[in-house]
């Protein structure tokens, strides 16, 4: 039964929405008139209207490829409230309701089909539809479909052969994360160049975006947290050990904090999950294996212990809070050891060179974006080719840093790199500066060296602070194959040849510095980059095994 009523009509008839949001009805327009679309749109914005209303006007089936069973559930579940039938089929459900839902997708009553790609893909399934030839097929979570995007499914690159399958039925495609050579990367695949690409609404101005430096974690997190109890909130950590290690932390605070990673017990998760979509106020420390789905209107913050893998990374993690358009708050923390972490985890990731060159430019782009002078909207947007004029509501806009000439402290910097052979890390330079090198490298006297003890009118954290902006900046580059090695980049060398200047965020310097015992939040990594790190590294990748491994996929 296709429904014959304007776009706009059945918006209100059949979704109950008053009016359509900024985007939705050119795609929807796009797709009624059966236009190849990828929809690059952010979390939150109503992607699943854009491709629901049309379904309803098509005259035949729609399959949409989800990657995860919760979402077709509570996509079914939505769709069904609203009177809508809709079908899905998955192994989470038992045999005779996936029977009774294929009936109605092969009587026609049920416009709508949900499946997961490798369901979908079976010649078996595939030969039903042949006979049925849909109308359309949307592939929601589209960059999955991408190895250059953070969360390849191999599943997805079979999808890559509905085109020649169906070469009637309209092809939509539909994710939040994308960058530009990602979003090459998932049309090509999808449509052979048949279609296009529309980018839409990444300005999220209720989300007051803040980054700082990383000091001593525990007391930011506290003092980000204390004024915001009772709120809900996410924060992230890389490993599932600090996962567990701060929500003790916080619990033993009087927070209502629970853990989230996929290396607890389906039940564990599953129940504090609901917890955090049931309760007030509940804080819900997790991996990245936590979010995907999850749609809780009123997450007031985000809160990010470790650095994100990339600007889409950050991007989507942030877009979990204020979806209800409220304000809300999102802090990021980020420190030598992140940045190095991260460079690590990709130059070991294995794979090709370029893939490699690709990923780390990656994480320059959400470095640069932590170093910025610059509203941090401005700079966020730009990564995801939309502009926007300054907007008020970043920690940059609230309350611009001083930029200094730091030419001269950078070139003592770079001098100490340079004299001690480019061989060491942020800690034995910075003792080098400072003039507290111990004699633990052996015979090398680095304190006979010109630029021994020549910073040592500054403290550690003022060194630390100016590392990380010149590793930001590309002046400097950690040299992970050689024990996180620091060296100076062509950039760098110029300043440290006197022919260009280096300016940097005013640094304000810390007093305590780091703690003394060595920090989880770092996990493993300390200040001095030692011997055993290479094994604390495997075993952190292990554990990391969340970042590739989201549960509970069909
Ligand atoms: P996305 O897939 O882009 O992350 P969803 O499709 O899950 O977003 O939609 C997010 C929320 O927005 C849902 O609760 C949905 O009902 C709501 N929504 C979508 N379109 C509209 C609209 N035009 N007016 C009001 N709410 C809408
Ligand atoms: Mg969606």
């Known amino acids: ?53 049309p379904a309803l006007m098509a005259d035949g089936l729609t399959v ?61 399934m595939l030969a039903q539809l042949d006979r049925l030839d849909p109308a359309m097929f949307v592939v929601d979570e589209a960059h999955c479909i991408s190895k250059w995007g953070a969360s390849f499914r191999p599943e997805y690159e079979s999808l890559s052969a509905l085109h020649d399958r169906f070469p009637n039925a309209t092809l939509a495609a539909f994710t939040a994360t994308a960058d530009m050579a990602t979003r090459q990367d998932i049309a090509a695949k999808l449509f052979r160049g048949r279609g296009d690409i529309v980018v839409h609404g990444f300005d999220r101005p209720n989300l ?60 564990t998760r599953r129940e504090n999950q609901e ?24 997450v007031r913050f985000v809160f990010h212990l470790n650095l994100p893998a ?26 030598l050891s992140d940045i190095r972490m991260r460079r690590q985890f990709i130059d070991q990731d294995g794979g090709a060179e370029d893939h490699k060159n690709r990923e780390h430019k990656r994480l320059d782009s959400l470095l640069a974006y932590c170093e910025t002078t610059q509203c941090r909207r401005v700079s966020l947007l730009a990564y995801f080719g939309e502009q926007t004029a300054p907007c008020g509501n970043c920690d940059i806009c609230l309350d611009p840093p001083e930029v200094v000439d730091g030419t001269t402290e950078a070139r003592k910097l770079f001098a100490a790199i ?12 910075i003792d080098v500066l400072r003039g507290t090198a111990s004699d633990k490298v052996g015979q090398r006297q ?29 002046y400097l580059w950690i040299d992970i194959e050689n024990y996180g090695s620091l060296k ?21 310097e810390t007093k305590s510095g780091r703690s003394r015992r060595r920090d989880p939040v770092d996990a493993g990594v300390a200040a001095d980059f030692d011997a055993d790190l290479f094994a604390k590294l495997k075993a952190l990748r292990r554990d990391l095994a969340d970042a590739a491994n989201v549960p509970a996929y069909v």
């Open 1 to 53: 039964m296709t429904i014959n009523q304007a776009p706009q009509a059945l918006l209100q008839s059949a979704f109950g929405f008053p009016a359509f949001r900024p985007g939705q009805q050119e795609i929807v327009e796009r797709l009624i008139n059966r236009t190849n679309t990828l929809c690059v749109m952010p979390t939150g914005f109503g992607k699943s209207l854009c491709y629901q209303l």
């Open 64 to 124: 949409v490829v989800s990657p995860l069973v919760a979402l077709m559930d509570d996509q079914v579940a939505g769709l069904l409230a609203n009177g809508i039938d809709a079908a899905c089929i998955h192994s989470g459900r038992d045999r005779a309701t996936n029977v009774d839902d294929w009936m109605r997708v092969r009587d026609g009553r049920a416009k709508l089909l949900y499946l997961s790609p490798e369901r979908l893909m079976t010649e078996r």
């Open 208 to 267: 007051r975006l803040e980054v700082e430096p990383k000091a001593d974690w525990r007391r930011q997190l506290v003092d980000f947290l204390e004024p915001r109890r009772n709120r809900a909130g996410i924060v992230y950590c890389l490993s599932r050990r600090l996962t567990e290690e701060v929500a003790t932390f916080l619990a033993e605070r009087g927070f209502r904090a629970l853990p989230y990673h996929a290396g607890l017990s389906p039940e």
């Open 275 to 298: 917890t955090f979509m049931a309760e007030d106020g509940v804080v819900m420390v997790a991996t990245i294996a936590f979010g995907m789905g999850i749609d809780k209107p009123d």
């Open 310 to 335: 990339s600007m889409e990374a950050y991007y989507q993690e942030i877009g979990r809070a204020g979806r209800d358009g409220n304000p809300a708050e999102v802090q990021l923390l980020y420190g």
């Open 418 to 429: 340079r004299e001690t052979g480019a061989r060491f890390g942020a800690g034995h330079v």
């Open 446 to 474: 680095h304190d006979q060296l010109p630029s021994f003890a020549t910073g040592k009118d500054r403290g550690k954290s003022y060194w630390q602070g100016l590392i990380r902006q010149a590793v930001a900046g590309g």
């Open 488 to 508: 100076l980049t062509d950039k760098g060398q110029a300043v440290d040849d006197g022919a260009e200047r280096f300016f940097s965020r005013e640094i304000r």
